[in-house]
């Protein structure tokens, strides 16, 4: 059944945004085709840049939206998610970056699937560059990639595209959907997951004192859910992103881990600097 946004709204979409207005315009096309449209934006920028001002300004929503900006500082992306959080006017909260465009039952099966004591946990596709830009061009659209994966799955893999099988939307319907759907998860991605507010509220957020990408954003809070009892549920192949081809601006997880492993070793599931300050 198809929901428009006149019904009630169900979810939160927070995308993490910094500079790269070409990429967004992707993500936020992807946005029109969706099948369930009960959801609000909120555009979490870890920035203040003018030309993505000026673009979200210039861009025609179908949703409502909200654009948070903070001063540029250096890596703060935990800080603009525990802001986005405290704007949402939803209970449910649904997390992507910037570069991931969307199937078009992406937010049906976050919505349908959510449950308060669950954390949904997706997949996504790392693109090759050729298809990238396809999809960027318009030339292929969300709704094709299932038809345009099968044709090229291999020239894809050999174009440098990773977790290429994680690009197939597979309807829960049919036997092989039946099948995957049994699969459990166990790691969580940031730019695909989802939680209620609730949950993300009992252990205070994301955590502040990661001042670098990636631990921060996922690993950590997976470990903190488990350790208050949340559960880890799965939308892989049903919630489905094609990650955009850029090159990887990785930096060194050494501090990261550092902090998190003194967490878990202290079992402080709970951070200090999160939503609530010194909590």
């Keep these: 059944m198809m929901h428009t946004i006149k019904d009630e709204l169900k979810a939160t979409l927070i995308i993490s945004v910094y500079k790269n207005t070409t990429f967004l315009k992707a993500v936020l096309d992807s946005l029109a085709g969706q099948t369930d449209n009960r959801f609000e934006v909120i555009i ?32 703060q992306k935990n ?34 699937k959510a449950k308060p004591d669950t954390i949904l946990a997706g997949k996504r596709i790392k693109l090759d560059p ?28 050999e174009r440098g595209g990773e977790f290429v099988e994680e690009g ?3 309807s829960p319907n049919g036997l092989v959907g039946r099948v995957m759907g049994t699969r459990k ?27 670098r990408p990636a631990v921060g954003e996922d690993a950590d809070l ?28 990785w930096t060194d997880q050494e501090e990261n881990l550092r902090i998190m492993q003194d967490n878990m070793a202290a079992k402080k599931f709970v951070c200090k600097q999160g939503l609530v300050k010194n909590k």
């Design 185 to 211: 998860m166990r790691h969580l991605k940031g730019c695909n997951m989802s939680f209620h507010k609730e949950a993300i509220y009992a252990i205070n957020g994301f955590d502040e004192a990661y001042t």
């Design 79 to 112: 800080q603009a998610l525990n802001e986005a959080i405290r704007a949402a006017n939803t209970d449910w909260l649904v997390f992507i970056d910037g570069d991931c465009v969307l199937h078009p039952r992406f937010m049906e099966f976050h919505i349908q």
């Design 130 to 157: 050729e298809t990238s830009q396809l999809l960027l061009e318009g030339t292929v659209n969300p709704t094709e990639m299932n038809a345009y994966l099968r044709k090229h799955f291999k020239k894809i893999k």
């Design 168 to 170: 197939f939307f597979i």
């Design 222 to 249: 997976l470990w903190r859910f488990k350790g208050i009892g949340y559960q880890l549920g799965s939308v892989r192949n049903l919630a489905v992103q094609y990650h955009l081809y850029h090159k990887e601006s």
């Design 44 to 75: 979490s920028e870890d920035g203040n840049a003018d030309e993505m001002r000026d673009f979200v300004q210039g861009y025609s929503f179908s949703h409502p939206v909200q654009h948070l900006s903070r001063e540029d500082k250096g890596w």
